[in-house]
């Protein structure tokens, strides 16, 4: 039962373009989603959240956008850098602490 | 701070072994969780302590696992008779004490290869 997914497992995108990743859930009683960041041989990288009473929450190049009726967040980053290569998890919580994953996509920013 | 840290970094074991790896979670921090992730998943959810108390246990962790921490500090994670489904990153995570809506922060992980 795979409550977070993440459909397309990977994604190029040209250096100075937008870089748009996807991510669905199942489970209404979600309430806090989170996006992290992951180089090879390292552990996943906190990047941006968002709670489930806002729609959008930005920081940087980097904006997450829920959209609760869909139960679909996404995550832009705008300007694309070589450095944002990596791959990309998408999290959710219902306020117990554990955190369910997607299974992640992975972001090619060709320079 | 040097972050979250994690011993060993990689872990080659034949089947049937025990194996115990070791988190350091951020000094303040009194969350400290347990995540297993295997090729193409993403992290999954095993256990969590606040300060030394087990509050909760994932029905991944079988009776051949063990999670500790003994004195709210750092954790070390068991794994006896290993088999090779227990083959994956075995991650660490800790976060401050402020509800469930924080980040966690993570560790580079163990990955244990049982042979």
């Known amino acids: 039962d795979q409550q977070v997914k993440q459909n397309s497992p990977s994604l190029s995108v040209q250096e100075g373009r937008i870089s748009i990743l996807n991510c669905d859930y199942t489970?209404?009683?979600?309430?806090?989603f989170l996006w992290y960041k992951k180089y090879p041989a390292e552990g996943p990288t906190f990047l941006i959240s968002?709670?489930?009473?806002?729609d959008k929450n930005e920081d940087g190049r980097f904006t997450v956008f829920l959209n609760k009726s869909a139960k679909h967040l996404s995550l832009h980053i705008v300007p694309s850098q070589p450095g944002d290569s990596a791959v990309y998890f998408c999290?959710?919580?219902?306020?117990?602490?554990?955190?369910?994953f997607g299974t992640g996509t992975r972001l090619k920013v060709l320079a | 701070d040097t972050g979250v840290s994690q011993n060993p970094r990689h872990k080659i074991t034949k089947r049937g072994q025990n194996v115990t790896f070791r988190c350091d979670p951020i000094?303040?921090?009194?969350?400290l969780y347990w995540y297993r992730q295997t090729l193409g998943q993403g992290p999954e959810f095993l256990t969590y302590?606040?300060?030394?108390?087990?509050?909760?246990k994932s029905r991944l962790l079988s009776d051949r696992f063990s999670a500790e921490r003994p004195k709210g500090s750092f954790s070390t994670l068991e794994i006896q008779r290993t088999e090779q489904g227990d083959s994956a990153m075995y991650l660490c995570?800790?976060?401050?004490?402020?509800?469930?809506?924080?980040?966690?922060?993570f560790g580079p992980g163990t990955r244990l290869t049982v042979l």
């Open positions: 995570a800790s976060s401050y004490d402020r509800g469930p809506y924080n980040e966690q922060f």
């Open positions: 489970n209404s009683m979600f309430d806090y």
């Open positions: 968002i709670s489930s009473i806002k």
């Open positions: 999290a959710a919580t219902s306020g117990t602490y554990k955190y369910i």
């Open positions: 000094s303040e921090h009194n969350r």
């Open positions: 302590f606040q300060n030394e108390a087990q509050l909760e």
